[in-house]
């Protein structure tokens, strides 16, 4: 594509002395190692480095061009001045790549919780219709054969768009993408199209980044703006306090709601330990669920997929289908080894809301038998919610065990002291001694805290290991290496079965 073609989509300030020459452009790129020759280079101010400083490197490198919010003395490249350069990087990936979302379906969905699992649902959805689908989403970004592990829950502007282009050229018709409010606020998914908006619930979550909840809730709404990501209809869940807010804010939207007061609702409804059944009253009739996804947060994703579906036009039959045929979401109250007479669990909740729901789900559904949650914080993250999770893990659980997530750069004892400021009135057990009773432990070692639910563990008893999902990694002091919650509990919990007659299977 030509540059100057290709600057026809933005508007800018001035460029360098000599004007933009009409050469051709191969790429897009916002890190000076990618650059190839003929790349266009984005300069970012980020958190850490400002791209401002790369822009030398980058017409080293081949670079024609370097769109910049302030221009660099002999940067050996052209120089097109903008005021806003993620808003510029953004429209420029999506005229780059022809605007590939104006040949897709697009779902967008947003809040805090159940992003990833709403997306798989109307993923199942879109397939029990026969459709193409597409997903993009923070365990992977996939279409036809293709997955690819994610990086990102919503991928910078020149890769999302890349990626969408990929699904058109493909064949793709429908695609359903987890939008962040990280994404929202650096315009990533500035340009995008999308037929549906979907707003889940909103509960304190990267506070740390954001500062308020108020700048938070501002973030997410962002992807609802009149006239902004297209003329969409909204669909929102009604029950949560912004999502009533939000719809004061929108013309046409679906709100979905357990309490009968939205479009979707409940006429019956039965949430028990084999999962969901119920009769939902839609735009598009009565829509029959049987699910078996547990909890009645999952009763809300369940609402949200049917009403993106609704949305788009799609049949109730197909809805149906869809609904059925997804029998689990990686790290989503994911059961481990489902014929152990331990019920163990790993689920992503790494917020207080979300560990609270997963934990009075999981209690519900223990009968007799105990609940022993794992669980830690990460580092470099919000603090504030650290104490929050400890007394609300130690309020529901039976036995808690404390332990690191991806510490980071802090030390996991130091994260552990802020979990423990929120536990009032719980025992303190040292080692395994006691835990027949209420109370909590510490064991940094996440592999260990693991081991130790699984060793106190009995028959009837209810294991959840939460925070990570379906990640496959652990970050510490800046080294990224493998670990699995799920490979984990199949391990323990497999040599129990084979072992130990507490963990015995049954017939």
Do not use: W
Request: charged content about 25%; glycine content about 10%; proline content about 4%.
């Amino acid at each position: 594509m030509k540059l100057r073609e290709l600057l026809e989509c933005i508007e800018y300030v001035r460029t360098s002395e000599g004007g933009i020459q009409d050469v051709e452009v191969t790429g897009i790129t916002v890190d000076s190692r990618k650059v190839e020759a003929r790349s266009l280079f984005v300069a970012l101010r980020g958190e850490v480095a400002d791209g401002r400083d790369f822009i030398r490197d980058a017409a080293r490198r081949g670079a024609v061009c370097a769109v910049t919010e302030e221009m660099v003395n002999d940067a050996g490249c052209a120089q097109v001045v903008v005021r806003d350069s993620r808003s510029a990087l953004a429209r420029l990936s999506d005229a780059f790549f022809g605007a590939p979302s104006s040949a897709l379906r697009m779902v967008g969905v947003t809040g805090t919780n159940g992003k990833t699992t709403v997306a798989y649902l109307i993923e199942s959805i879109f397939k029990a219709a026969g459709l193409r689908s597409g997903l993009v989403g923070t365990v992977n970004y996939r279409y036809g054969s293709v997955s690819i592990p994610a990086p990102l829950t919503t991928p910078q502007a020149p890769e999302l768009q890349a990626l969408l282009r990929e699904m058109v050229d493909t064949g793709t018709t429908h695609c359903v993408m987890e939008v962040s409010s990280h994404a929202l606020v650096q315009k990533r998914v500035e340009g995008c199209r999308f037929d549906v908006k979907i707003f889940t619930n909103l509960s304190p979550e990267h506070l740390d980044y954001h500062g308020t909840m108020e700048e938070y809730f501002r973030a997410k709404s962002l992807l609802f703006s009149p006239g902004a990501y297209g003329e969409g209809i909204s669909v929102i869940n009604m029950d949560d306090e912004r999502g009533g807010a939000l719809a004061k804010r929108v013309k046409d939207f679906f709100g979905y709601s357990l309490k009968g007061k939205a479009e979707i609702h409940p006429v019956d409804c039965d949430i028990s330990a084999e999962g969901i059944e119920a009769v939902l009253n839609t735009p598009a009739g009565a829509v029959k669920v049987s699910s078996p996804l547990v909890g009645e947060f999952n009763m809300y994703n369940i609402m949200a997929a049917v009403g993106g579906a609704c949305a788009l036009g799609l049949a109730p039959d197909a809805i149906e289908r869809g609904i059925r045929a997804l029998h689990c979401v990686p790290g989503r109250l994911q059961r481990i080894c489902p014929q152990s007479a331990i019920r163990a669990y790993v689920d992503y909740a790494h917020t207080p809301d979300a560990l609270e729901r997963a934990l009075n789900v999981l209690s519900g559904l223990k009968g007799r038998g105990r609940l022993i949650t794992v669980f830690g914080c990460g580092g470099n993250r919000d603090r504030a919610k650290r104490p929050l999770m400890g007394s609300i893990a130690t309020k529901i659980s039976d036995v808690t065990i404390i332990t690191s997530d991806n510490p980071r750069d802090e030390d996991p004892l130091e994260i552990i002291a802020h979990i423990e400021r929120g536990i009032c009135g719980v025992r303190r057990f040292d080692g395994r001694v006691g835990t027949e009773d209420k109370g909590y432990l510490v064991i940094p070692d996440r592999g260990e805290a693991i081991a130790m639910a699984v060793e106190v563990a009995r028959a009837g008893d209810t294991v959840l290991v939460a925070g990570k999902g379906h990640e496959d990694y652990q970050i510490v002091r800046g080294t990224r290496r493998y670990f699995d919650d799920r490979k984990v509990l199949e391990e323990l919990i497999g040599k129990g079965v084979t072992g130990r007659d507490r963990f015995a299977c049954r017939g």
